[in-house]
DNA sequence: CTTGACAGGTGTACATCGTACACCTAGGCT
DNA sequence: AGCCTAGGTGTACGATGTACACCTGTCAAG
């Protein structure tokens, strides 16, 4: 007689890791009921044993990475513990591409998600921030506490025309929006692929936004008028 | 004989214009190619004829409202003049709820979106900032270019639950969290409905982010090492 | 040992969405 | 007069989220 191999019986940890791999594997847009039913062997509606709707799905899918943050607990205080934290967040973020377009159109909060925020909140705390300049810092530091810069300008979508188009597109670039081309010429000549050094920019911006609130919190700010 | 009143042939910014009414009226998920047909007292295949696609849709959307940023060209130059076309911008975000998640979900780059970030970008330039320096200010500035800060604190959804609920949930907040939960009651003693003053967030970070560069810019900072 | 509740997987069905494709029709050109 | 074409129509398809009724194997209580 034929012995099926008796499945073990899902449960949220097994769907949430599935559909992570899934997203990993093809992108936010894959992640259907559908699909992540499928890579799981079962039938879509199943999945709704373990999870409220889609939008708990994802919401787990986002626990689940903030979760697998290695953050070290036992690291210096203050802005470097905000620096580690913050490092660790975006290690995750760049590991996960679908995981930025996740948390943006993210609508609830999960435990999870306000315990990472509480944790860089401690952090400054901790360091003798007042709570308004800490507020502050949150507000300024945005969704830079999840691992990423949210820039205006975006990854061109790799559209290569042909060379001679190229040229007269670099043309018009250059006459109708000057200013733009004479960043991006700059940063070509400091990166040969042209693309901006994303990650220099990320520490860049978080070591600029950490100083400023160093340099009010040693100047004896405490809270606004 | 019956004299049908013969309606006049759509255009693009008709079809764009329907489709805006409709996103401030009842927000971006309403915006479906079925409803702003409808709108329109037409079928949907015929907005086809006006728009590439719902993506294309989407992104004159966007660029109908930023063309009708009200900035004072003859402004100041410098960061006055970038503090001018972000606050426009932001009277504009503010008007058009919809306008976050339409830009944070955009894929494609429309020419009207490229010239809003020249301007920008061009205002730093003219003010003697070095291209890189520029360049990491845009960076710097991220979506704040388009009028928002991407806040680490959403706005909770409006779960008001009973108050002896509200108050266990509040006890247990201020043990999990406590960091989170020092920051909210501090604000409420600053605003009596305990929300934040998005608002004076967005201009505190703005001019903590300029302040930050025109010291950069003061002490000769040019480029990256 | 029986029974019955219940956790968990199944199947069908529906509304909504974007959009491909073929079609019709009214104006304006040659 | 004849035709081209811009622009509106109609039908149809596949995908998606999910409501609802159903089945089934496990285990504890009688």
Known sequence: MVVETKR????????????????????LDAVSMRAVAAELGVVP?????????????????????IEGYDVPDAAPAGADQVRARIRAARTELLRHPWLRPAIETRSRRTPTVIAHMDAVAGAFLADGYSVDLTHHAMHALGHRIWGFSPEAFEEPPATPPSPAEQEAIMRMMATRYPSVTAIAIDAATRNASGACDDD??????????????????????????
């Open 8 to 27: 073990a019986p899902l449960d949220r940890a097994r769907v949430l890791a599935a559909a992570v791999a899934l997203a990993d594997r093809s992108g």
């Open 45 to 65: 509606m199943a999945l709704y044993k373990h999870v409220d709707d889609k939008d708990d799905l994802v919401g787990g899918m986002i626990d689940t990475v």
């Open 200 to 225: 220099a920019e990320f520490d860049f911006t978080l070591d600029l936004l950490l100083d400023a609130f160093a340099r009010l919190r040693a100047a004896g700010w405490v809270s606004r008028a």
